[in-house]
């Protein structure tokens, strides 16, 4: 069974707004995260990844993500068939490099380690992130 990275990133988006309005900061900036990786992956790997790019190397590393992201801004020269907008791909990348320090990790941070502010910050991004990359590769949407 291949991963669904579209689907994977809607779940999460809608998991991760309940769990915001609910309050519990933490855990909803971590399925933001979580969000922006799969909308991520689901771009690179839209209808297939090139040569060369395997997903399941990067992990959950947004450097790396952001990387390859970048790649797509000269899809034709990377072999990427899915093209996306250089103005785009600057802007998440440039968000997920410099502001959005999240890691798979923070599931075990104690509670209070996301700020209200964080988490409403995080999942606005995250939201964007699946707008621009991963909602028109979701079935029925």
Same mark, same amino acid.
């Given at each position: 069974?291949?991963?669904?990275?579209?689907?994977?990133?809607?779940?999460?988006?809608?998991? /991760?707004?309940?769990?915001?309005?609910?309050?519990?900061?933490?855990? /909803?900036?971590?399925?933001?995260?979580?969000?922006?990786?799969?909308? @991520?992956?689901?771009?690179? #790997?839209?209808?297939?990844?090139?040569?060369? *790019?395997?997903?399941?190397? *990067?992990?959950?590393?947004?450097?790396?993500?952001?990387?390859?992201?970048? $790649?797509?801004?000269?899809?034709?020269?990377?072999?990427?068939?899915?093209?996306?907008?250089?103005?785009? @791909?600057?802007?998440?990348?440039?968000?997920?490099?410099?502001?959005?320090?999240?890691?798979? #990790?923070?599931?075990?941070?104690?509670?209070?380690? *996301? #700020?209200?502010?964080?988490?409403?910050?995080?999942?606005?991004?995250?939201?964007?992130?699946?707008?621009?990359?991963?909602?028109? $590769?979701?079935?029925?949407?």
């Amino acid at each position: 069974m291949s991963e669904n990275y579209p689907e994977a990133a809607k779940r999460h988006l809608e998991d /991760s707004k309940v769990l915001l309005d609910a309050e519990r900061w933490d855990d /909803s900036a971590y399925l933001a995260g979580y969000v922006v990786e799969c909308s @991520i992956k689901a771009c690179i #790997t839209n209808p297939a990844p090139p040569s060369g *790019i395997h997903v399941r190397e *990067i992990g959950h590393n947004n450097h790396e993500l952001a990387a390859r992201l970048a $790649l797509m801004a000269s899809s034709k020269k990377a072999g990427f068939r899915r093209s996306v907008s250089g103005v785009q @791909i600057h802007g998440i990348s440039k968000m997920l490099l410099n502001g959005f320090p999240w890691k798979e #990790t923070l599931r075990y941070e104690p509670s209070g380690y *996301i #700020t209200s502010a964080e988490a409403k910050e995080w999942w606005n991004l995250a939201n964007r992130v699946f707008s621009g990359l991963a909602k028109d $590769l979701c079935v029925g949407d």
